[in-house]
């Protein structure tokens, strides 16, 4: 197995668990409350059925036909026509955004035949909304804070002249700097929250849902859950309907470019975490092996990481692990060209370092393609006993992912 | 306005009006069964309460009741239990692939809250494994489509010894041949059908849902739309409970994987075609701009595309736009750099001409930091007017697109 799978499996075990966790924990809060509401309505349909004297079939048949109802959007209290034009509109909204409240569904069998070819398309066509906007916003926020950097700079500078070898001593800081990830996470997430906070003071007025409602609504929304238990914008009438109409439609937008790139942004921490792990039990299961060949005539190279690397650790940049010179010391000559990620995480090594994207696997697959079935190196790991295509492949990917 | 500009709002556009056609559509199809279900409802309740003598308003008090137990995972049916260890592991999965059917919501404010912050983590990881899964499934399809075309060659030059020179004259097509992302996008097609197909079998002998109800739950499921109007393994009792529930997760997952990069990989298209359209614009409106400027002086170039290239067609290659010798001959010196998509579409091309990704934008934004502001060159396309941050940036960015 080579680093790549081994990544690919411990993301899908760590998922698993993941899962596994979540479900305990959730089933532990809501269970009671589940439990209670099933007595409630027990209570409620046999006051009823006793008052009026109510067969209780019938009453059971009333209520499929009013859960049927339900699913063509009908409720007791009037809301909003589904499919006028502007209910039709926010419907197809939520399809190609992919996300799917299900206040309205279509329910004949064209209607359900057409939206699976339309959500082809739309939802292929936001993905790629989705990604140019990520592709803008970073590119935005990585010069906004160079700007930033720079000033700082100038104004340390100007500010304290006497300091100027020290200043100097910081070897053309600006040359060296590189925009943090961590940076991006951060104005993203806060971008994210004031979304969240300024849509939900609109929601809680607009809508009477507790401030905590309107903030699950929110990020349920804007992460395209949309489980569709609050939906905004569903009753009959408002005050100054066109209005809130739009505000809803401007939020949602906004939030859901904004939580799809954080969620892009701290994906790739995730993944750096997992190389990471992965490079470090690589590391110590050579230093296993290599021991046990050798035994014991390893000589460690010097620790991947000088002090003078961390240069920047002023700027509140944020390290992955902290035993990074512990994995230095493992490191023997197999781990060399292995990237540590202990180190301050810049967007510029991500680059390097990240394959998420389509566009860098496709050059790496078309790598693949023309070189062929090459074996002859890329066995630095010692991971490359497996044979056929994976096994190639994989070492293709191996050569690249170390030689960089 | 450069062309990065230029692609998004076009791309806006595009999809604004999209909705806008899409809710026209699914308007005309779905509002007449609205209004005949709200009769149908209409007359239901009717009868009942002149057959039992209830109350309206005692009625309507009860099915607001019904409602609220409704979000309770309450039904006149008895469904699997909500909250118990495998309906909150169903929950969790819905979370953090964004699907949120909605058929098991959070009720409790503790419940709510813990959801915030578990699908921020879970829905970034499992957007790391959608990408890491599209890059293993891609690596693996052109390794596969590589290894398809080496036999192909070595068949045809064993099988016709006579027409050696023929193939000789195809110049080694071994070395010239890339993986076209059409191909991917047909196989991840095929594969998404076959799946939603099996699936839907399954489903619709479990379920007894009609087989398009079942085909549409499928691909509502796997595009993560997830409206809630059609749940899987959702009743009490079926027979083999626990195999179909591994069933059920088993094609869901698939499905999602699959679907998801057949997206990807039509986003990637549609990016093409923008950029073929707004080229064309550049390059007419360009040709519009000497032609005023230089009184027909242009010489346009010759095309672009000599009958050679097409050597692959054969293959079934799809091109974009077949006027690409119109658009070639349109083609003048501002224009030389510039790929017309009218050829065929590679993956190897995809990486130089889509920024899609994260990982190619940041490196791209790096460099952006790194060279700063300067405007010498990258006014090729004569839309450098704009100053500032932004203009800066598309400068850079627009030699970039432009050099390669």
Redesign the interface.
Known sequence: MNE?NA??CL??G??LL???C??????A???P??LR??R??KQ??DN?TQ?????LG?L?T????????????????TLR?????S???Y??????S?????MT????????????F????????????F??????I???L??????CHERRLRCAGVGVVSSREESSGEEDSL?G???S?YYVMLILGVASIVIACSASTLYSSMENWSY??S??FC??AF???????LVSSQRQQYESQEAYRLGNCLFILMGVCCIYS???????I??QTLNWIVGKLVCSGHHQLQKRLKRNTVQPIASHCPAGRHRYTEGSVETVCDSETDAGAVADGVCVGRRLSGEMI???E??VS?????????????E???Q?PRQSYGHQNGFSGGVG??A??NNR?QETSVDR
Request: net charge positive; glycine share 8%; charged share 15%.
């Open positions: 790549d990544r690919f993301l899908a760590l998922i993941y899962l596994l979540g479900a305990a924990i959730f089933s809060l809501e269970h409350f589940e509401a099933r409630l309505w409620q349909l009823f008052r009026y004297r109510v067969n019938a059971h009333l209520l499929r036909q009013y859960e049927e109802a339900n699913g063509a959007g009908i409720r007791v209290d026509p589904r499919w006028d034009f209910g039709a509109f419907f197809v909204g939520t399809v190609v992919t996300i799917g409240f299900g569904t279509p329910a004949t069998i064209a209607g359900k035949i057409f939206l699976i339309y959500g082809l398309i739309g939802c292929a066509a936001t993905i790629l909304f990604n140019l906007f990520l592709e803008r970073i590119t935005m990585a010069y906004i804070m160079r700007w040359e700097w590189k925009p990830v905590v409602d903030l699950y990020f349920v992460s395209t859950i949309g489980f569709g238990d954080l969620f892009n942004v701290i994906s790739i995730i993944k810049s967007v510029n991500f680059m990240n394959k998420v994207s389509l566009a860098l696997l496709q050059k790496q697959l078309s693949t393609a023309h062929g295509a994976l190639i492949m990917l």
